[in-house]
Structures are given as C-alpha cells and as structure tokens.
C-alpha cells in the first residue's frame, strides 16, 4: 500500500548526520537561517563513523574515552585544524608512521620525542624508524617519492605496486608495504590501489602539511578530550535535538516530481517531503543499493562508486596496567602478522586513579577480516604475543598486566559497513566527479567518497558538506531577472 499520510514540505533533507551531513546542515544554517533542514540518520546517535566511546569496568578505576572511528587529525590548514584554534583545544603531537613517514630522513615528533618502530615479525627484526637497513631506506623513499609524481602523468591502470615493482623494493619489504601503507588506506593489497590518484592524495596532504600545533606532524586532541568532540560542537550549532531524527534510515528517495518525497524505516506510512536533498551515505551503502532512487541512480554514477572500495576497518583496545613497550615508542608497523599496526598512550595519573597504558590495534581490509574471525580472546592473545616478541617479554607477563579489552568491526555498524573508502585502480578525478555531480538540481552528494582531493578522512568529509551544502543554496536562490 502506498504510504497516506505526509509531513510538512522542508527546504533541505540531509541523509546521513556524520561529518559531512552536520557540515552541510551548519553552513546551510548559518548561511540561511530561516531554512527548514532534517537530518535523518540510521544510527542512534550522530557523528557516523566519528565515535567515541567510555571504557568502563571493574577492573578499570576510572572511564577511558576511545575513540572508535577517526582519532587523529591530519594536516594543518584543515576546517578541523580551525576548530581546534578557535576553541583552543590542546592537542598531542603523534608520529605518522604508516603511509610512508618516518624512515632516516624524519624526526621523532618535535615536543615529546616519541617515535616509530617497524617489526619484521618473520624474522623477529625490530627497526628504529630512522634504521639505516637498505631495503627499509629504499621502502621509504619510494613512499615519499609519490607526492613528487605527476598525477597527470599516470595512467589510471597502474597501481602502487607497479610503481614499487619500478622502484625496485626488494620483496622483504612487501609485508611491511602491505601493513604500513595498504593497511592504512583500507585495502589488503597494494595492487589493489590507484597509483594516480593516490598521487593526488599524496600532493593533497602535502598542501595540508604540518600540524595544528605548527610543530610538524599530525595530532590528536588532547585526552580526555576526542574526535567526537569535533563533532558535538558542530552538531550543537546545527540544533540536532530539533533538526535531526536519529534511528531513522532512508529507505526511498523519489525525485521524479518538483517535491521529492523521502520513505524511511521509522515511519513507513509518511513520507518526509522536501524540495532538496543531500546523500551523505557511505559509498559501501550506496553500492549495495540500501537506498532506492525513482528515477534510479544513472548507470555511471553507478559505475564511478564502484571504482572506490570499502573493506572492514577494525579496532582493539587493549588497557594495561604498567607499559609493555619502551616508553618513547608511539606506534609500530608490523610485517607479516596478524596485527599490521598499533599505536600507544597513557593516561596521566589523578588523585582518584593510577595511568594506565592503552595500546590500539587497527587492522583494514583481509587483516581486519582474519581478526574478527578470531574473535576478541584470540585476536587479544596475538596482540599480546605480538607486543611480546617485539618487546622482549612474554605473553604472560603481558596478560597479567591486561586490565581490559574491547574490540569493534565497522563492518558490523549496519548503515556504514567498513572503514573507509580506497580509491581502486581505474579511478579517476572525474570518476569522483561523477560521483558528486548533483541530479535534476535537486539530489545532491556529500560524504568522504566525494571529495576531489583526498577521501577517508574527518576533514575530507566536512569539506564535502559545505560543498554540497553551496550547491543547494545555489539552486534555492530565487532567479534573478
Ligand atoms: C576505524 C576508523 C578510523 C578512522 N581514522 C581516521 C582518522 O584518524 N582521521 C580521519 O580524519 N579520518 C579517519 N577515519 C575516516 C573518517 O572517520 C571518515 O572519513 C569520515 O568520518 C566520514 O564522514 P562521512 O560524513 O562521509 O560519513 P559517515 O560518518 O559514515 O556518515 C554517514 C552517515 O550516514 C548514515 N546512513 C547510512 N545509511 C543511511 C540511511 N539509509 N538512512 C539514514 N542514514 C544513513 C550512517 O549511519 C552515517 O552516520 C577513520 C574511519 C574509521 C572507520
């Protein structure tokens, strides 16, 4: 039956309250504040793939605040970066070491000394990030050489591990490319992964070098504080209580008349209706078609979202009681094993409780695959022996100091399903265009998959929102004569 009732007609329905959509419904509101705007998000709360978390149990004496989602903040001339300066938000230096930082050339971070290691899990070889061994040094330049590339010169058959197969890295380092750099950008493989347009996201980061404390390097904010925190101030400004609608999924989109009429989960029998709409869903949901489109998506917008791909993207929490690493170590890259990565702090000590030491493992693509089907026990155990061997303990000394753990998979978070969107070999610019290019004036589209310069990132995402958020207003202007 076809749903009876309807809602009053608003000027601008945004699907989808995560970065993108909270910026898009911001910079609509404080360009236009008499605007009629909706959210309609699938989860129970906002920030999508933004999301910290409280880490409470009777082992621990206070409540750690993770971050699920995006945790670190890259670049420095970034919206996030303004944020951080207007509010004046503490930050904490981080050493980048996945995706090519680090190696001879590169500094601990500026203010703290910390710095990387790189593990060789065969082997059992543990290299400082500044190691002089050659197939490292060789590995390293080849990453850094990328943003030096001319994208423009790249055919977009090609991926990285072409360009590494060119550069002649010697296949000792092929488990290590695989955990720093495939890892990182969400995929299993380096073939897997555009050589342009990775280009293009390399020479993007360059143009956003730095850090939002101008010491180099990216960063994070300060603990307690977190991503989500970002996200709650923008959310503040945009008024969600009145102008979002939480555990509401979209189901329909129909655009074929002047007043697009919207279908969700939560009230099937009435339809939202608005004169625009902007889909910030993750590309994995546009892929598997979790919306309908009357009249449906053109066949090469289709075709140009499946040039990106989204793999599970997974996080352990392990909390500690004493540091089982060297105290200036701050993450690790690790080669041929389970866990390609993992990245350390401590919390400082109060009057109410001791610090205690958190270790995050992040795996991407196939590696996230394999530990979710260890589950939580056995994925904690790796970690433990892994953190053993290349730490010089055991692993029962590392269990006995365990207080807590807690594991989350993207994959199973239903309206996002993944970590984030990798741009495959084929992909383009103008793929991404098309993706982006609104419909008939009145469907628009925001979201990390959507941005011309570099995808998966918070930043990425905002920019995104304000761009698609341009466009409507532009369409929304009355015509002048
Ligand atoms: C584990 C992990 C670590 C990351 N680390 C970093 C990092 O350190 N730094 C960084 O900058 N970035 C990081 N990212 C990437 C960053 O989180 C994303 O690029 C960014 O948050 C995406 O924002 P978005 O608005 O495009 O999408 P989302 O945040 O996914 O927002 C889209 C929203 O749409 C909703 N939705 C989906 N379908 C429907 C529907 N049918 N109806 C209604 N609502 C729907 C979803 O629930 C979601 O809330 C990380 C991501 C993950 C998963």
């Known amino acids: 039956m076809p749903p009876s009732h309807s809602t009053p007609l608003h000027d601008v329905v945004i699907i989808g ?111 400082r990030y500044d190691s002089d061994d050659a197939d490292f040094v ?131 029998g009435r339809l939202v209706q608005t004169k625009k709409v902007v889909v910030t869903v993750p590309v994995r949901i546009m892929i598997d078609g979790d919306i309908e489109f009357n009249p449906p998506l053109p066949a090469e917008k289709i075709e140009a979202l499946s040039l990106y791909g989204m793999e599970d993207a997974l996080k352990l929490f392990l909390v500690f009681r004493t540091r089982v690493w060297p105290e200036k170590v701050q993450n690790c890259i690790i080669a041929d094993a389970p866990i390609p990565e993992m990245w350390f702090r401590s919390t400082p000590a109060t009057s109410d409780a001791p610090s205690v030491h958190i270790c995050c493992c992040f795996a991407t693509a196939k590696f996230a695959d394999s530990l979710k089907a260890l589950k939580e026990p056995d994925a904690t155990t790796a970690a433990l022996k892994l953190l053993a061997d290349m730490f010089d303990r055991t692993i029962d000394l590392n269990r006995q100091e365990l207080l807590h753990s807690h594991m989350v998979c993207w994959s199973d978070v ?35 998959a959507t941005h011309a310069g570099a995808a998966m990132t918070v930043h990425a995402a905002m920019e995104t929102g304000i761009r698609a958020a341009e466009e409507v207003l532009k369409t929304l202007q009355p015509t002048q004569n």
């Open 414 to 448: 239903e309206s996002v399903r993944g970590g984030y969107s990798f741009p495959r070999v084929g992909i383009t610019r103008e793929s991404v265009e098309t993706i982006a290019a609104p419909l008939a004036s009145k469907v628009f589209f925001a979201g990390e």
């Open 138 to 268: 060789k590995m390293n330049e080849a990453f850094w050489s990328l943003s030096t590339l001319d994208p423009a010169d790249i055919p977009s058959s090609l991926s990285i591990a072409d360009h590494f197969q060119q550069s002649k890295i010697s296949t000792r380092m092929t488990g290590m490319s695989n955990a720093g750099y495939s890892n990182t950008s969400g995929c299993s493989s380096l073939h897997e992964l555009s050589l342009k347009r990775t280009v293009e996201y390399e020479r993007h980061w360059k143009d956003h070098d730095g850090c939002c404390n101008d010491d180099g390097g990216d960063c994070r904010l300060s603990p307690p504080l977190a991503m989500s925190d970002v996200i709650d101030h923008v959310a503040a400004d945009v008024d969600v209580r009145k102008n979002c609608r939480t555990n509401t999924k979209v189901l329909k989109v129909d655009y074929a008349e002047d007043t697009i009429n919207i279908e969700t989960s939560s009230d099937p």
């Open 17 to 127: 309250a995560g970065a993108s959509g909270l910026c898009a419904a911001r910079h609509l509101l404080t360009t236009d504040p008499s605007l009629s705007i909706l959210l309609l998000e699938a989860l129970p709360h906002v920030g999508g793939r933004v999301h910290t978390a409280t880490l409470s149990s009777p082992s621990l004496q206070s409540d750690i605040r993770v971050d699920l989602g995006a945790e670190f903040i890259h670049g420095s001339t970034t919206l996030i970066n303004e944020l951080v300066r207007e509010n004046g938000w503490p930050t904490v230096e981080v050493f980048t070491a996945a995706q090519g930082d680090g190696g001879p050339d590169d500094a601990p971070t500026s203010d703290l000394s910390m710095y990387g290691v790189y593990f060789l899990n065969e082997s059992k070889t543990l290299l």
